[in-house]
């Protein structure tokens, strides 16, 4: 079993920025792909970026694409989330999320494990 506890969530106005963070405890998080999502009041759950399990391969959502980066220590066992730029239409609960197998992947359902979510307000 793995958990995920995701921070680094807040408050920000538009411009501005914020990390997120993603630590994992229970197994070895090198060996599993890792994705971002978030999901807005009234809306699904979306894809925002994943990595690879070396780091090799990213893949961001057009709508964040040169604004965000997602990187991860394999060392720490903590994945991140480094969001420039920020919109108001980025405000979200933001989660993270672990795939045991394959390439990384956009649809949630593919992945496996999943964090409590920390929310990310930016505001006008």
């Known amino acids: 079993q793995v958990q995920l506890v995701e921070s680094g969530g807040g408050l920000v106005q538009a411009g501005g920025s914020l990390r997120l963070s993603c630590a994992a405890s229970?197994?070895?998080?090198?060996?599993?792909?890792m994705g971002w999502f978030r999901q807005a009041p009234g809306k699904e759950r979306e894809f925002v970026a994943s990595?690879?399990?070396?780091?090799?391969?990213?893949y961001y959502a057009d709508s964040v694409k040169g604004r965000f980066t997602v990187s991860r220590d394999n060392a720490k066992n903590t994945g991140y989330l480094q969001m420039n730029s920020l919109k108001p239409e980025d405000t979200a609960v933001y989660y993270c999320?672990?795939?045991?197998?394959?390439?990384?992947?956009?649809?949630?359902?593919?992945?496996?494990?999943w964090g409590q979510g920390t929310q990310v307000t930016v505001s006008s």
């Open positions: 229970g197994r070895t998080f090198s060996s599993y792909v």
């Open positions: 990595i690879s399990w070396a780091g090799s391969s990213t």
């Open positions: 999320a672990l795939r045991r197998a394959g390439r990384p992947a956009t649809t949630s359902v593919l992945y496996d494990y």
